[in-house]
């Protein structure tokens, strides 16, 4: 097999090295335009999994390698004064130009011929003399280019500005995030060590600082110098140093997050960041590089064709990649929107940053330094207003709204359970909440309550718009207030056009065969083609609607509810108002947000108004239409939560979508926090994260992340009503109060899961 690598980085030279180790007569040449000795970087990090890969397919190059790491611990955050120190980490990094090296030695000892300052003009007539050629040449990849068509790459240039530079002052002891606020904006470092006496430092910073230095316009030098100006108490005299003076001006860059939907043609392959990049905040650009290697190198060797070789490593490396993105996107956005995390005290701003990806959880972060997160949740819970001892989880710390005082920060989500009866709640909705009041949570919701017969979603939701139904509530309300430490809250909302439809197991949001009743909404847009047509509101309609809710919020005082919630989500009428997907009014109620939003803050303040003022009030929204600039934006949803703040919402409940039949939701775990995390974050504003949560490690991450103030979760409570409970036994928590009746069954679970834990497992 006669086969070409373009590029000698270390995907170019690891493929090489790997396929002449399963082929040793294979005529493998390297071809790299740069000379042997040219680096453009510095260090990079590769994690000790990528190490046992190395050592597993090839033990000498491993072990020279390894010879050259420079091994650290410990990250550590220093930000408005403070030091923030975790361990348990596990890092290692070497220098570019010394892996480059190790690995061009090792190549050559195998056979490997390697070109250097030798440039391509035309890959498709290149490919004409090799039987394989491995396009690694890199984020600016020529390959990639001339068969732009074929590859169909996604080139995405990230917001934030960075450089890559070097220095002197080793950083030896951790991999270093250091944060600095000038009179021109924040810039950040990243800075760790590679080899004896150097250490790579990315300077980072967002575009309007950027701009407000002017680096656009600088020479490297001058913009070296500002970064040891700004860095310099990290520095301890050690310059700066740059390696890209091939580079005209500043040497600034975005960085392009590339993903190929194909990733061959013909007998070309792509490999490394010529098919798809990982941000440099997870250090995961050489690892993937090196994976892809020797998986590509198992494939062209033990297949019959190199179609099938290339399908089958697509296949693979494709899931691998999505998954280090996904994790890199996590981190890359939490850096470009890291203003919205500047006012978090240390503690949080420290747990933040290091749980960004997502790939290191609460529970995570106690295998690698129980000490650090111990003192965290100390600190989560003493600015609760909790006690210092016992050290509990951020699940169980205290909440207040007005002067509602919650034990803990669990949330049972509303779940409609369509038993209600013209209206009225019955016994299965007695034992359902009551259930769930009993199991732990700190407060609970009923299901979107209704405010009239027609505001119904399907004939069996319940509402207060009748004294039974007060009635019905009140015995449930006594009962959770005398036999639990739950607190309830009522959801109170209207179908819209979203009603007179069946009950979920007939089939969601389909209309009845019978009986159905007229629907209003903002305008005359059917939820889709098989429902009816509602019939645009009038302002008769509006104030009609709005004395109902009114009606509904003084019931649910009378009933004895803690809080009430006005649910401004999921397409209902109010939702209908907020969203332009819904709402194509040419009155004072339609067109900007502003207009949209009058007729839904006329309800919320018609209500507050009659709602006690020591009880609480939330709204529920839809914080994207998930239809892009169509609809309701995560940039809307911040000024929408702070138009029902200011006009008395003590919280803002952050959900998601269910406003179109045309959304394209992104699923995922927690993938409704983001959303929670911008409102809270940006507006100063308490909010409640929901949205596929099902882990207490979920709960607790999100709490302590300072991502949302309550945390709800739905299903797991359909699942099991003693949720709550049963997390805080799971996670070795004893201070949750149990039902007295219920103890013996409570100690049981505290000895198995005990003796879970001493096994190594959990229950």
């Known amino acids: 097999m006669r086969v070409a690598c373009l590029g000698g980085g270390p995907a ?28 453009f970087g510095w260090g990079v990090v590769l994690s000790d999994e990528t190490l046992d890969n190395l050592m597993e397919n090839d033990p000498a190059s491993a072990k020279a390698i390894r010879d050259h790491f420079a091994y650290w611990d410990d990250i550590a955050v220093f930000y408005r004064g403070s030091k923030q120190l975790s361990t348990g980490h596990g890092f290692c990094g070497i220098g570019r130009k010394r892996l480059l090296l190790l690995l061009q030695a090792r190549a050559r000892e195998l056979g490997v011929t390697l070109v250097f300052e030798h440039s391509i003009d035309s890959v498709a007539e290149f490919a004409k003399g090799y039987d394989l050629v491995v396009a690694s040449d890199g984020l600016n990849s020529i390959a990639r280019t001339e068969f732009a068509d074929h590859f169909k790459p996604n080139i995405e240039m990230r917001a934030c500005k960075f450089v890559w530079l070097g220095t002197r002052q080793k950083f030896d002891d951790a991999f270093t995030f250091i944060f600095e606020e000038t009179d021109k904006g924040w810039l950040w470092a990243h800075a760790y060590q590679f080899d004896a006496d150097t250490a790579t430092f990315i300077v980072e910073t967002d575009e309007d600082t950027w701009n407000a230095y002017g680096f656009g316009e600088m020479s490297q030098q001058e913009s ?142 106690r295998l ?62 007695f034992v359902h909440y009551a259930e769930r009041a009993k199991g732990g949570a700190g407060l609970i919701y009923t299901e979107m309550t209704c405010t009239s017969a027609k505001g119904r979603i399907t004939p069996g939701c319940p509402g207060l718009y009748a004294p039974e139904h007060e009635a019905a509530w009140r015995r449930l309300t006594d009962f959770v207030h005398a036999e639990t430490t739950a607190k309830i809250c009522c959801q109170i909302g209207h179908s819209g056009r979203k009603g007179s439809t069946n009950v979920a197991w007939k089939g969601m949001d389909s209309p009845l065969e019978r009986d159905n009743w007229e629907l209003i909404s903002a305008s005359a847009i059917p939820w889709s083609a098989e429902n009816a047509v509602p019939r645009a509101m009038t302002r008769d309609d509006m104030d009609a609607v709005k004395a109902e809710f009114v009606a509904a919020a003084q019931m649910a005082e009378r009933a004895g509810f803690d809080m009430i919630e ?76 702070k138009a029902f703040s200011a006009a008395g919402a003590d919280i803002i409940d952050v959900s998601a979508g269910q406003t179109s039949t045309d959304a394209k939701p992104v699923y995922g775990r927690m993938f409704q926090t983001p959303f929670s995390d911008r409102i809270r974050n940006e507006a100063n504003i308490a909010t409640m994260a929901v949205g596929n949560i099902y882990e207490p490690d979920h709960v607790n991450s999100i709490l302590m992340a300072g991502r949302a103030d309550l945390v709800c979760l739905a299903r797991p409570h359909l699942a099991d009503p003693y949720w709550t409970l049963h997390a805080g036994a799971e996670i070795g928590d004893r201070a949750q109060p149990w039902p007295l009746p219920y103890e013996a069954g409570r100690d049981q679970l505290w000895r198995l899961a005990d003796r879970e834990a001493e096994m190594g497992g959990a229950v």
């Open 12 to 39: 170019g030279l690891y493929f090489a090295i790997s396929l002449k180790l399963r082929q040793p007569d294979a005529d493998v040449t390297v071809f790299e335009r740069n000379k042997p000795d040219d680096t």
């Open 224 to 365: 070296i110098a500002v970064c040891e100006e700004v860095f310099k108490d990290h520095l301890d005299g050690h310059a700066l140093m740059t390696n890209a003076n091939h580079i005209r001006g500043s040497a600034w860059i975005n960085f392009p997050r590339v993903l190929c939907e194909t990733w061959s043609h013909e007998n070309v392959v792509l490999m490394g960041d010529a098919s798809a990049s990982a941000h440099f905040s997870i250090g995961s650009g050489t690892k993937l590089a090196l994976e892809s290697a020797i998986a590509l190198a198992d494939y062209v060797t033990t297949k019959e064709t190199l179609a099938e070789a290339f399908a089958l490593y697509q296949e693979e490396r494709r899931v691998q990649v999505l998954r280090l993105q996904s994790a890199a996107r996590n981190s890359l956005e939490w850096f470009e929107e890291v203003q919205r995390y500047l006012g978090l005290d240390p503690v949080q701003f420290n747990y933040s940053l290091l749980t960004r990806s997502q790939r290191i959880s609460h529970e995570n972060l």
């Open 566 to 641: 006005l649910h401004a989500a999921h397409g209902y009428l109010i939702s209908s108002f907020i969203s332009p997907l819904s709402n194509r009014r040419d009155d004072d109620y339609g067109g900007t947000l502003d207009d949209r939003l009058r007729y839904p803050l006329e309800i919320f303040a018609a209500m507050r108004a009659v709602w006690p003022a020591a009880r609480p009030m939330s709204v529920r929204i839809s914080a994207s239409d998930w239809a892009g600039a169509d609809g309701v934006t995560p940039e809307e949803a911040v000024e929408i939560a």
């Open 368 to 429: 690698r330094d129980p000490e650090w997160l111990e003192s965290a949740e100390r600190w989560f819970q003493t600015q609760a207003g909790g006690p210092e001892t016992p050290v509990r989880a951020p699940m169980f710390a205290p909440f207040k709204l007005r002067e509602m005082a919650l034990e803990n920060r669990v949330v049972v989500s509303p779940m409609a359970q369509y038993k209600a009866v013209d209206g009225c709640p019955t016994d299965w909705h």
